[in-house]
């Protein structure tokens, strides 16, 4: 049965050290303040896997708080690298962090997988390229009906997904409108899922085109969280934060500033911050 809590008590009781954890959202409805919730309650040891990993993770990797990343694609989008990750990869600060890189394809192919309960993922595709090269997850097999070369990676099938929605109903079920990444598969795929939402609704209205309906019956917790995306932006409740994202490479490019606003601005605060964040970025009424 769905719970309809606090984002603290969802993070207590869904995700634990050492869980490989999925925090997905492609542009828009990226569940920041989800991951800071996670921060906040220390769990450490994560294996954090998610297509086009951005602040969020390079947040975590900073934090000290990740053993493996397993993604396609990191940067700071629009902007540039992701500094901490870097510095993780390069110099072992603040730890090692083992990554496994795959392409958009290869993830949303075996995210896909997981949602479907298969062990492995197949999908035409690294033909050329040089990834399996360095990766022991990336295989070639032969099709036995066609004799084709095809690729293989692992299935995800993470302990733990945390996405951000536009709405949940009372019952639980859950709505997401306008660009849809892999946010459905990777809760189809997962153990456990915690949603954040913008409103908690008695129904849904107006549902608009592209939209997706999650059941109650995959979700493990629904938290209201308003600007809970924030610095990306949620359809339909506020604009993406581009000032942000510009701000954060300065931010990560210093080890001392960084940390500094850590403190400041995920460890010593709240869920309940977020709303304030994102008022200047509301549509006028």
Not at 164 to 169: F, L, Y
Request: with cysteine.
């Amino acid at each position: 049965m769905t719970l309809v809590s606090t984002l603290q008590e969802a993070v207590s009781e869904n995700i634990k050290s050492g869980d490989t954890a999925a925090f997905e959202g492609f542009t828009h409805l990226i569940p920041h303040a989800a991951a800071h919730e996670v921060m906040r309650q220390g769990m450490t040891d994560l294996t954090l896997m998610r297509m086009t990993p951005d602040l969020v993770y390079d947040q975590f990797v900073g934090l000290g708080r990740v053993e493996k990343m397993i993604f396609s694609y990191a940067g700071n989008p629009g902007v540039g690298l992701l500094r901490r990750v870097r510095d993780a990869v390069e110099n072992q600060w603040p730890r090692p962090l083992e990554i496994e890189e795959h392409s958009h394809a290869a993830m949303a192919n075996a995210y896909e997988a997981g949602a479907a309960g298969l062990p492995l993922a197949v999908f035409r595709g690294y033909l050329g390229a040089g990834l399996k090269q360095v990766s022991p997850n990336v295989k070639s097999i032969i099709c036995p009906f066609t004799g084709e070369e095809l690729a293989a990676v692992p299935a995800n099938r993470p302990d733990v997904t945390f996405i951000h929605a536009q709405k949940a109903s009372r019952k639980g079920d859950v709505l997401i409108e306008g660009i849809v990444g892999v946010q459905k598969e990777a809760v189809l795929a997962a153990k456990r899922a915690v949603v954040t939402v913008e409103e908690v609704v008695d129904d849904f209205d107006d549902i608009h085109p592209n939209a997706v309906i999650l059941p109650h019956w995959t979700i493990s917790a629904v938290c209201q969280v308003k600007g809970g995306a924030h610095p990306s932006y949620a359809r339909g409740y506020y604009d993406r934060d581009n000032a942000s994202y510009i701000e954060w490479d300065e931010i990560s490019a210093d080890r001392e500033r960084f940390t500094n606003w850590m403190k400041d601005n995920v460890l010593h605060a709240s869920p309940d911050d977020f709303d304030a964040r994102v008022a200047d970025l509301r549509p006028p009424q």
